[in-house]
């Protein structure tokens, strides 16, 4: 925008209220059109009568504006759109509260009937060992499951320890061993949880599980 040029009359309570801001509840794109209309007038009131605006300056000026009226539309549009998206997602997520779901995770608890749990396997695996430990890291429970194909798999403990004991109920973690031509495979475990709620937060919708864990719906592996 050209230069205004040094004027002694006094500015317009209007300039005033467009410079520093009103408490009027009015769109971000109309506050924005009407700072610029009034500085535009202001403007043209207030030229160089030997040197005055020319019609290329006017049409520049207002060229600009309906570029920032249109990206400010745009952001609103796209704000409300947004929303609605966010609206709908908790809408759906709220359908799953009360399934089972598989998500990262290597714990597994028994009440002496052993629970659920599942493996991510990203390549298929020659050889896939379980590995179920105490709370001390004291392995309990060793099972070997041969060649399995990549994905997900779920898997159950039916609670027994190695002798054929039942093993006490509590929390116990699971430790994945999975190999292909003799080389180890980044395989992940999998947590077996019970969705509670749903929260809407700023980095999205999500599941809050029985195991106290919070995680997105797209950490999801397998609902039941």
């Known amino acids: 925008m050209a230069t205004v040029q040094n004027s002694t009359s006094t500015p317009t309570q209007a300039l005033l209220d467009s410079m520093n801001g009103t408490k009027n509840k009015t769109s971000s794109v109309d506050e924005a059109q009407d700072r610029f209309m009034t500085l535009l007038i202001t403007q043209m009131k207030n030229q160089d ?11 520049s000026q207002m060229a600009q504006l309906s570029t920032v009226t249109g990206i400010n539309k745009l952001n609103d549009t796209l704000d409300s759109l947004i929303s609605s998206v966010q609206t709908g997602q908790s809408y759906q997520a709220s359908s799953m509260i009360g399934h089972n779901v598989l998500v990262s995770g290597n714990d597994i608890s028994t009440t002496g009937k052993g629970g659920y749990f599942g493996v991510d396997l990203p390549l298929g695996a020659d ?19 041969g060649a399995q194909n990549a994905g997900t798999l779920p898997l159950s403990w039916d609670g027994l320890a190695d002798d054929g004991t039942v093993a006490k109920t509590g929390s116990y973690q ?31 919708i999500k599941l809050n599980l029985s195991n106290l864990a919070t995680v997105s719906t797209s950490d999801v592996k397998e609902i039941f």
């Open 49 to 59: 009568p030997l040197n005055p605006m020319d019609n290329a300056q006017v049409t």
């Open 127 to 145: 050889k896939l060992t379980i590995t179920i430990k105490d709370a001390a890291g004291t392995p309990i429970r060793t099972v070997a499951l």
């Open 174 to 204: 699971f430790e994945v061993n999975a190999t292909t031509a003799g080389k180890s495979i980044d395989a992940t475990g999998l947590s077996y949880s019970q969705v509670l709620s749903i929260s809407n937060s700023t980095s999205g």
